[in-house]
């Protein structure tokens, strides 16, 4: 494996000609080693706070109920998440252990991040790790999602993985030294990364978009070994399909029924907001480090060819989204894969000292208040505000105690709510999987309920409830 020291002025053909000019010199952090493992451990702080102290989000009790009814797939999601939840659960039913899994993950990105440092910073590899794990964690998107127990921080972790073998690849096939191991182990990952969330499509259709546009690696189009790699990531999918298959299409018709709209009248205010979000989650302070990403080649031929993919990445990705943006309602998570190719390179664009401090002081002021408003208590209210969110995460102790007591006097056969996010979190907190919930929204409760007749107990499209439906709760 070559080295790609950070003074090289290697470029690839497709580079020399760009006109671009290249990040070039040793690697100086914008701040010195010191100051950015205090910022580290600060921002681990406050995620090691929120993880022990916040009680389980809505979802993140779902998905824990779905690892307690283990199946192929599931009606929102595929499988891997749930799996993982599946095999925590042996620790035990603490708020705390469904999050390990970001933990893992988080970790495994970090690692992922010092072998690239190595290969670009050489002698100062540890003040680029430092650098690229800070920029990483304090963005809002990536704080957010790493640490709750989604499927999200599944899909970054194995897309990143699956990016850096294809490009491993891709260099060997420039250089002419074709590794086909990389190819198939790239596939494998994709294809977990599949098992996570269906999005990990992108990172397909970007991979193939690469060698389209390449000249040095167009040839490959005539390869058998990149169809049979196709092949390897979607037989990884056999358990999602499986499930589909036995629950009529049940998940398929859910995201496809939420894009139903989607040739209704234009909403610019719609877009507007999708842009607006993404910028303030992906971090103000990255607009121009992104940009110069867009604009400016590294120089080094691994990092280039990297910058290759994350771009095509975030043109096909936030296209597709910014389009529907315009018909429908696009949450800014399902654009998530679109960033994260950037970070693994940003210390090299983000180089400013007050930019980087700016970002590193709303990396902190986010993850200081999420633990606020979720561990001590919502913030919303102290400025006149309501977030029915935040105030779900709160009292499930008392509610529990009461429900338990309920039921004992009552000799319920039933325990149940209204509304599947809190219905989740009524049955966490119960420490039971076998709670019912009682709402018109399609959901996977109504899977589990009614098993002899999947898919078709109701409409999948708009599938998530209205405002004001997670409320209340009942013993039958």
């Known amino acids: 494996m070559p080295r790609f020291a950070l003074t090289s002025k290697t470029t690839t053909p497709s580079d020399a000609t760009s006109g671009t000019p290249a990040v070039s010199g040793a690697y ?9 493992a205090a910022i580290l451990a600060a921002l681990f702080g406050f995620r090691l706070v929120f993880h022990i102290g916040s009680g389980p989000f809505g979802d993140e009790a779902y998905y824990w ?6 199946a192929l797939s599931y009606f929102d999601h595929p499988g891997l998440n749930a799996w993982f939840l599946g095999l925590f659960s042996w620790l035990g039913w603490s708020p705390a252990v469904p999050r390990l899994g970001g933990l893992l993950t988080t970790a495994g990105t970090i690692l992922f991040f010092a072998y690239w440092a190595r290969r670009l910073a050489g002698p100062a590899w540890i003040d680029y790790l430092l650098a690229a794990a800070v920029i990483w964690l304090a963005s809002p998107l990536v704080f957010y999602f790493g640490v709750l127990a989604f499927s999200d921080h599944w899909l970054i972790f194995f897309s990143l993985l699956a990016v850096h073998f294809f490009v491993l690849f891709f260099l060997g096939v420039e250089s002419g030294r074709s590794r086909l191991r990389l190819l198939y182990t790239a596939a494998i990952l994709l294809g977990i990364a599949g098992l996570a969330k269906y999005i990990a499509v992108l990172i397909a259709v970007a991979v193939a978009a690469t060698v389209l546009s390449r000249p040095r690696l ?13 092949l390897v990531a979607l037989a990884i999918q056999a358990p999602t399909i499986a ?8 998940s398929f018709r859910f995201h496809f029924g939420r894009l139903e709209g989607a040739f209704n009248e234009a909403s610019l205010t719609n877009a507007a907001a999708f842009v607006i979000i993404g910028v303030l989650l992906l971090s103000p302070t990255l607009v121009q480090p992104f940009f110069a990403f867009f604009r400016r080649r590294t120089g080094l031929a691994g990092a280039d060819l990297w910058r290759w993919v994350g771009l095509t990445l975030f043109v096909i990705s936030t296209a597709i ?17 679109a960033f994260v ?3 693994p390179l940003a210390p090299l664009y983000l180089r400013s000292h007050p930019l980087f401090i700016a970002h590193s002081a709303i990396g902190l002021a986010f993850a200081a208040g999420l633990a606020a408003n979720y561990v001590i208590t919502p913030l919303a209210p102290l400025v006149g505000a309501s977030n029915p969110d935040s105030a779900a995460v709160y009292g499930w102790e008392e509610i529990s105690a009461r429900a338990i007591a309920a039921e004992q006097r009552l000799r319920a056969s039933l325990v149940a709510g209204s ?22 929204n399609c959901n996977q409760f109504d899977l589990w309920r009614d098993p ?8 999948p499209v708009d599938a998530r409830p209205p405002a004001g439906s997670r409320s209340g709760g009942a013993l039958r």
Not at 65 to 70: A, D, I, N, R
């Open 28 to 36: 100086i952090p914008p701040v010195g080693r010191r100051w950015l």
């Open 65 to 70: 109920l779905w690892g307690q009814h283990l």
């Open 218 to 230: 167009r040839h490959l189009i005539a390869s058998p070994h990149l169809y049979l790699g196709a």
């Open 243 to 250: 499930w589909n298959v036995a629950n009529d299409s049940a």
């Open 321 to 337: 989204f910014l389009v529907l943006s315009l018909r429908v309602w696009v949450h800014i998570y399902w654009n998530i894969l």
């Open 341 to 343: 190719l950037f970070y």
């Open 419 to 440: 509304g599947f996010l809190l219905t989740a979190q009524f049955g966490f907190a119960l420490r039971r999987a076998d709670v019912v919930c009682v709402s018109t």
């Open 452 to 459: 002899d007749r999947p898919g078709a107990r109701c409409d």
